[in-house]
């Protein structure tokens, strides 16, 4: 099986580093990564417990497919309780962190404890030591990169690492893996920083032979392949525009959340979205994007790798951000551009290549930042706060100064890292957070798009596009086309959606390649990988046992669900152009179908019923 | 009469001379169907993937009814795509 079957603990508090058998029974039930870290989160901390406190922990998790020959099979998750919305979180990442986990021979390795220095964990193959990060600490995930490639000598090691925003106590910090793919969302960088854990640094040179059919894995293997080559999609339109060819199409259907969600359709889309990435510049004559990239073993290859104008504001006088790193992908172009009124791509790919820098989820910064701009519109925020900047929706200057001060946690950066519900609620104006359970939104607004209203609202990890992805369906055509302004049929969609990829997040794959694949060719790659007869049926129950598990972790941890809600702008005021002007999301009227066909009660709780039918702990 | 036409990603190509970027205004008799536009323009018909008038999708079994269009209408295509 394409299990190492070993789990390194390691506890910092004590700083003693053991290895443990993996519970391959749980492996049945849960399959890997995401569900099966959750199950042993679920397992080892109470869910009421401080998330920054040393009771929770933190998990580094692979499935079964990470580090194969399965096309996208190189990702891994970071499982913990999140201080941004006290939830459940798992956060996933690309890059070649993960796989390089599997060729040190390890599935898993959970965080305990806290240390008393700044501590970061070395492994090579068998040998794993804590090693003291009094070095690291301050410094930025790309400083800290380096001084570890400098120690160990090692240019091929992978290294995961948490930035000054972390540090720093900033909600929304990411955990970042080879230095601009990160595990983003959630806040599990604070969580790793609040145990005074800086890094992880990985070599592994054992490959991973362990298939348990390997002929039938490589032939799943390579027919899945061809499915991606041959699919329009993830054969030509991601590779050549990545998720920034959105940006058009969000905004055609009038679904783009603008300047703080006050509006459905922003002006400047077009200036900073997948096509406008590869337009030739005056200084220059080259296009903002360089060049597409590609994850572990990944034959789609979405990644963008960027560079700033060297004319422009933010870089002219640093020519250490003359390069070519991570680019912006769609979630981040609209959070630090539509949601803050800013149309400038060089200052947007600038405050992106800062969030790669010092480890911030794009999203909850960008958001953060647009509620921050709408409280100093209603003067809630004046220039007192901000030390004389004007924070002024579309202000490019504004952007960067905040980018920059957030990154490192200085003076109003400390406010902006609160993320935007305790930054609202400290200014008096709750109502302006535009967030779920705590975590803000991403780049479709619901008025428009009614589905994703109710996948936001019953996302186990707070506003979430990733958990059930209906935009697929509501307005790509993927698997099939449904009305976006219609909230019928819409229940179905979400729960069928967040219980597929319930279990794609738990098999080592990236969910972009469900733009291609169903269910029918996933099962047999991961069936031939590993024992357990994982057919198509038996992946969907799993995807919904992780679900159920999820939202019982919440409800100990004290969500219930009134917490299944929408901010009251997008319930109460419309849509204010485009096709859904005059709509507001209508959650109302989708709810409580959703929470009988989870067969939950009438009030979102998991039933003793369901609890029994997926065999859930506890 | 006049519409607004629009190409995104790899068709932005076929647009006619007098666009900016990835719109164009065009001009089109009354009761022009979708895809005498498509064809017009020469997007494959199986890369029309997404059609929108005015924002709102239309499913390729109506793209050759006629008279859908209005003056100053704005009519959007895209190839097969997707993010997240
Ligand atoms: S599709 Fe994109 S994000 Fe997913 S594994 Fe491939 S390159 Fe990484």
């Known amino acids: ?618 | 009469m006049k519409i607004t036409f629009k190409l995104f990603a790899t068709l932005g190509d076929l647009l006619p001379a007098n666009a900016v970027r990835n719109i164009a205004s065009i001009d089109i008799e009354p009761d022009a169907s979708l895809n005498d536009i498509i064809d017009r323009y020469q997007v494959p018909r199986e890369l029309a993937h997404l059609v929108l008038i005015n924002g709102v999708f239309v499913c390729d079994t109506d793209r050759d009814q006629k008279g859908q269009l209005k003056e100053g209408d704005v009519l959007a295509i895209w190839p097969p795509v997707a993010g997240g």
């Open chain 1, 1 to 618: 099986m394409a299990w190492t079957k070993k789990i390194l603990r390691v506890n910092l508090t004590s700083g003693s580093i053991t290895e443990e058998p993996l519970n391959m029974e749980w492996a049945n039930d849960y399959l890997g990564q995401r569900g099966l870290a959750t199950r042993y989160l679920v397992d080892e901390i109470d869910p009421a417990t401080d998330a920054l406190g040393p009771d929770n922990k933190l998990i580094m998790t692979t499935g079964p497919l990470t580090g194969t020959v399965a096309s996208t099979g190189g990702r891994y998750s970071v499982v913990c309780k999140s201080p941004l919305t006290n939830a459940v979180a798992c956060s996933n990442s690309g890059g070649f962190f993960g796989a390089e986990m599997k060729f040190a021979g390890l599935d898993m390795i959970i965080f305990e404890g806290k240390a008393s220095s700044p501590m970061y964990l070395n492994i090579e193959d068998d040998k794993a030591e804590l090693l003291s990060a009094d070095a690291l600490w301050g410094k930025s995930v790309w400083e800290a990169d380096k001084i570890m490639r400098t120690t160990h000598s090692d240019p091929q090691a992978r290294i995961a690492c948490v930035g000054r925003s972390a540090e720093e106590g900033n909600l929304y910090a990411a955990i970042v893996n080879d230095l601009h793919r990160a595990a983003g969302r959630s806040g599990v960088g604070t969580v790793m920083a609040s145990k005074n854990l800086k890094a992880v640094i990985i070599r592994g040179t054992k490959g991973l032979g362990n298939l348990r059919d390997p002929k039938a894995f490589l032939s799943a293997a390579n027919a899945g392949k061809k499915v991606l080559a041959e699919n329009a999609v993830t054969g030509q339109g991601l590779p050549a525009y990545g998720t920034q060819v959105l940006m058009n199409v969000i905004n055609e259907v009038g679904a783009l959340p603008t300047r703080n969600m006050k509006e459905t359709q922003f002006e400047g889309a077009s200036n900073v979205g997948g096509e406008a990435m590869l337009e030739p510049r005056k200084s220059d004559g080259k296009p903002n994007l360089t060049t597409n990239g590609a994850c572990f073993s990944c034959t789609i290859a979405c990644g963008r790798i960027s560079t700033i104008d060297r004319t422009h504001f933010s870089v002219k006088d640093k020519p250490e951000y003359w390069i070519n790193s991570g680019g912006l992908e769609y979630e981040a172009a609209w959070a630090l551009g539509p949601d803050t009124g800013v149309d400038d791509i060089d200052a947007l790919t600038y405050a992106n290549f800062l969030c790669n820098e010092d480890g911030m989820d794009p999203i909850s910064f960008g958001s953060t930042l647009a509620a921050a701009m709408e409280l100093y519109e209603t003067g809630a925020i004046t220039k007192d706060q901000t030390g004389g900047m004007e924070l002024k929706f579309g202000s490019a200057e504004a952007l960067c100064w905040a980018a920059e001060v957030t990154a490192k946690g200085e003076g109003f950066g400390k406010d902006l890292g609160l993320g935007s519900k305790r930054l609202c609620e400290k200014y008096g104006k709750p109502e302006l957070s535009m967030t779920v359970k705590g975590q803000e939104f991403p780049a479709y607004d619901p008025r428009g798009i009614q589905g994703i209203g109710l996948a936001y609202a019953t996302s186990n990890r707070g506003a979430c596009h990733l958990r059930g992805y209906t935009i697929a369906s509501e307005i790509l055509g993927i698997p099939e086309k449904t009305d976006p302004l219609d909230a019928a049929g819409k229940p179905g969609l979400v729960k069928a959606f967040q219980d597929a990829t319930s279990a794609v997040d738990s098999a080592g794959l990236c969910v972009f390649t469900t733009f291609a694949w169903t269910m029918d060719d996933i099962a047999p790659q991961v069936d031939a990988a590993c024992d357990g007869n994982w057919t198509t049926e038996k992946m969907m129950e799993v995807g919904e046992r992780i679900w159920n598990m999820e939202r019982e972790f919440n409800s100990k941890a004290g969500l219930t669900g009134a917490d299944d809600t929408l901010p009251k702008r997008l319930l109460t005021e419309a849509a204010n152009a485009g096709p859904a002007q005059g709509k507001v999301n209508e959650l109302d009227k989708m709810l409580p179908e959703y929470y009988q066909l989870r067969g939950w009660t009438a009030d979102g709780t998991v039933t003793s019923e369901t609890h029994q039918k997926f065999g859930l702990p506890g």
